[in-house]
């Protein structure tokens, strides 16, 4: 419930608990989690978590730390989404919702000036890094291509030993069942839903489409956020683009990890497409089973992989591979943040073809200046004054309420 500010603040939230006040982990150990975290898939913030409980307490503690890392951001969200979807034509939810779009723009700028100053230490990962943005970006190449690519390029220049130590007795037998549990775990709601409501059910598409998000979600939340929504709003018709930037808004601000935007982007897509159910119900369910899909398979990874730690740090060709997966994450979040700007700035565009180029043409005479000026003070906010991340967005919020009642 303290968990704002996204994965940093949260892991800032958790060692300096963790290490500081209650001394359960020395400082040695809380890092060689987390960098243990930083080379699987999913929120690192919700991977450490279910690390820490593991360590302490094995799998209950992996599970009670996991779970309840999880829970009351999702739930707080899925008020929100409900709220969201009941309020809207409501001038101060409208309001809102328009003062926080442009705190969100500004968000994932910085969001991507802290990544790019992390991630890009040589050549060859600003290269992979454009490299990245050009393909998604101009080429529509998939996220999952990006990721594969970029992480063959990275092993096989890294120079080093790409040997690991000798595991324990038993210690593959204990993962091979305890991955077995896990995936009868994460694929049984999906498997639930296509058997009673046919394979071609919105639930079914929430089911798989999130599951293939957690298996490629290098890079946090933001790495994704882009392939996401164009998929969502494109492929799929859950949500306007609007309204996956309201989403964003709302992540960014509430407590919990900052993936669990994807709850909301299910939460839409189920209240768009109900049948059988009411609208309400199949939104519910379609958020819960978002959740389920995206948090249940980076807490098996802990499960299965804690053991074998060891082995992974030792391998230099995998943290080359890591490396260059970060670099071309920031290609991805560049193309997040033009993505999000010509929608949020201008009321036209449109995706234009031409061969295998793919680009979006906007009409500049449909720029929203009040958004724009919006935008403005909050880059002001952030950047020259430093103001921390959710009140910019309170402040914008505020400001967009204003807006919308003296207009």
């Not at 994460?186 to 489409?209: E, N, Q, S």
């Not at 234009?352 to 919006?374: H, M």
């Amino acid at each position: 419930m303290l968990g704002f500010g996204g994965p940093a603040g949260q892991i800032a939230l958790m060692h300096r608990i963790l290490v500081d006040e209650k001394k359960w982990i020395d400082e040695a150990r809380f890092m060689h989690a987390l960098n243990f975290c930083m080379l699987l898939p999913g929120p690192e913030a919700q991977k450490l978590a279910t690390y820490a409980g593991w360590l302490l307490h094995g799998t209950r503690g992996g599970l009670a730390a996991g779970i309840l890392f999880v829970l009351p951001g999702a739930l707080v969200m899925l008020a929100i989404s409900l709220l969201y979807v009941l309020g809207q034509g409501i001038p101060v939810v409208d309001g809102a919702l328009f003062g926080i779009k442009a705190a969100v723009l500004v968000i994932v700028v910085e969001a991507l000036i802290r990544i790019g100053r992390r991630a890009l230490k040589t050549r060859l990962l600003y290269a992979l890094a454009a490299l990245a943005f050009v393909g998604i970006f101009f080429l529509d190449l998939p996220f999952p291509l990006i990721v594969v690519i970029a992480a063959l390029v990275g092993y096989s220049t890294t120079q080093g030993t790409a040997a690991a130590s000798a595991p324990a007795p038993g210690q593959w037998r204990r993962a091979a069942l305890t991955a077995t549990i896990g995936l009868l775990l994460w694929w049984a709601p999906v498997a639930l839903a296509a058997l009673t409501l046919g394979t071609r059910h919105v639930m079914v598409d929430i089911g798989l489409f999130f599951s293939k998000l957690a298996t490629v979600s290098f890079g946090g939340a933001y790495a994704l956020l882009a392939y996401m929504a164009q998929q969502a709003v494109e492929n799929y018709g859950w949500m306007s683009a609007p309204e996956m930037v309201d989403g964003l808004g709302f992540a960014e601000t509430l407590p919990g990890p900052l993936i669990k935007v994807t709850q909301f982007v299910g939460f839409l897509g189920a209240w768009r497409n109900p049948e059988p159910f009411s609208p309400v119900t199949a939104a519910v369910l379609g958020s819960a089973l978002t959740t389920w899909v995206t948090f249940v398979p980076p807490m098996l990874l802990i499960f299965a992989g804690a053991p074998f730690v060891e082995q992974l740090r030792a391998n230099q060709r995998l943290s080359g591979a890591l490396a260059a997966i970060t670099a071309a994450v920031v290609g991805v979040v560049l193309n997040l943040t033009v993505w999000f700007v010509l929608h949020v700035l201008f009321a036209s565009v449109v995706e234009q073809r031409a061969g295998p180029l793919r680009w979006f043409a906007f009409d500049p005479a449909t720029i929203d200046v009040k958004v724009g000026i919006l935008a403005v003070i909050a880059a002001i906010l952030a950047f020259r004054f430093h103001r921390g991340l959710v009140e910019v967005v309170l402040v914008m919020a505020a400001l967009g309420i204003a807006v919308r009642l003296l207009s």
